[in-house]
């Protein structure tokens, strides 16, 4: 295993895969700092063994088999809980005890100086409000032990091996550098990990919005805006009526004859980018497409309360029909003849809803829907019929042809009308 991996799977021992990002950072934290203090300790306890006057390495000893020991303890408990408290219990009062086992504050060179990094650690584990007892614990062992230090100097009990003034100094200054450098490492750990769980945290939330984003227009695809809104936000079933709506068929003429020479994909390719263009029409126009039926294709103005979608609707059939005429014609092996529509429009009342829990589509119903159906079914190619409320709103602003009476199933002889072109347009016909 190399350093780097050995390195990063002590960092992330004790963490659970359940913690959120607050947990594992604070884990890590201590971790961290157990391994520094020990190192630290460590180099302290041997220069202070090859500088400084012989005394029993036994407490320090003992200080840095408890802080591993209950390392390994959490590692295989995984109570977090009583591993800080315990740890920053050690942190506390082990460098109390070795100062007072050495002597006092003078020849032990501050070493209660270490246990500054229990209320410190206690910041950072616990948070600043449960700081304030260990801070107040620190303050009271350093009173205690200034206390005993000053009444007990000149006492035959408070005796202290003599040390040199230059051995003095240097240790102050060495636990003085240790505790400045393990303080500075912790914080600049904790907000080089905060850092980056943060750009993590953004990365993931950029990522959702572009996610949602990406379903949101999945949904704009699928279902007009306004319902799309309504799907989100209501749980119930979507199902609306409308007094006044004008709906019209657009069918490809002779597609299945026009296919019987194509490849599946030459086929999709061809309806991929008839439908497409459609759509992009039907945007255009302000209209919503409803769906598409095999090489038929299904739209409706007056969903969303829009202003003259019926001559809306008109003007789009007749894009379409041109579209077909100027674009598009049969690409089988064979030369073919070019593409042709019949077209038809109804208007009146309708109902709209949302169909289904799984794989939903927004559809319309009613007499108007089949009436459009029907006349688009009996149409001539190339031609747009319309029902005669269609043609009457539309009298004025388009020519039609006389009208015709023709049999519709379901509804008998049905007068229709065919649709010229724009009243505009009559010089240029």
Not at 150 to 162: E, Q
Not at 231 to 248: P, S, Y
Request: glycine share 8%; aromatic share 12%.
């Amino acid at each position: 295993m190399s350093q780097t991996s050995f390195l990063y799977s002590l960092r992330n021992a004790g963490i659970d895969p359940a913690d959120d990002a607050d947990t594992r950072l604070k884990k890590s934290l201590l971790i961290f700092a157990t391994g520094l203090v020990c190192l630290g300790s460590m180099l302290w306890l041997f220069l202070y063994g090859q500088l400084g006057p012989r005394f029993s390495a036994t407490a320090p000893f003992i200080f840095q088999l408890l802080l591993v020991g209950n390392l390994l303890f959490f590692f295989h408990s995984g109570n977090f809980n009583f591993f800080r408290y315990s740890q920053l219990a050690l942190f506390l009062f082990a460098p109390f005890a070795v100062q007072w086992g050495i002597g006092n504050f003078i020849t032990a060179s501050g070493t209660s100086l270490w246990g500054l990094l229990a209320p410190i650690g206690a910041v950072l584990f616990f948070g600043p409000r449960e700081s304030i007892a260990w801070f107040v614990a620190y303050l009271f062992l350093t009173a205690l032990s200034g206390f005993f230090d000053y009444y007990l100097a000149d006492s035959p009990f408070g005796s202290a091996p003599r040390i040199a003034t230059e051995t003095s100094v240097f240790f102050f200054a060495l636990n003085f550098a240790a505790i400045s450098s393990i303080v500075y490492l912790l914080l600049r750990y904790a907000v080089v990990e905060r850092a980056r769980a943060r750009a993590e945290l953004e990365t993931t939330h950029a990522q959702l919005l572009e996610e949602q984003e990406r379903s949101e227009r999945l949904l704009l695809n699928i279902l007009p805006g306004p319902i799309a809104e309504r799907l989100k936000r209501d749980k119930q079933t979507i199902a609306d009526g409308f007094a006044d709506v004008t709906v019209m068929f657009v069918d490809i003429v002779n597609f299945t004859r026009i296919a019987e020479g194509m490849t599946p994909q030459q086929v999709f390719a061809m309806l991929n980018r008839i439908f497409s263009s459609f759509d992009e029409l039907a945007e255009q126009y302000g209209v919503e497409k409803i769906k598409t039926i095999g090489d038929a294709y299904m739209v409706a103005g007056g969903l969303n309360h829009e202003p003259c979608y019926t001559q809306a609707i008109a003007e789009l059939a007749i894009a379409m029909r041109n579209l077909l005429h100027r674009d598009f014609a049969g690409d089988g092996p064979q030369p073919g003849p070019r593409l042709d529509v019949r077209i038809g429009i109804g208007t009146g009342p309708i109902v709209a809803g949302v169909v289904g829990k799984k794989k939903f589509i927004y559809d319309l119903w009613g007499d108007t829907v089949n009436l459009a159906s029907r006349i688009t079914s009996e149409g001539v190619p190339g031609m747009i019929q319309v029902d005669a409320t269609t043609q009457r709103r539309l009298a004025g602003l388009f020519l039609f042809h006389e009208p015709q009476s023709i049999p519709l199933k379901g509804k008998g002889q049905t007068v229709v009308y065919q649709l010229i072109g724009p009243a505009d347009d009559a010089g240029k016909v």
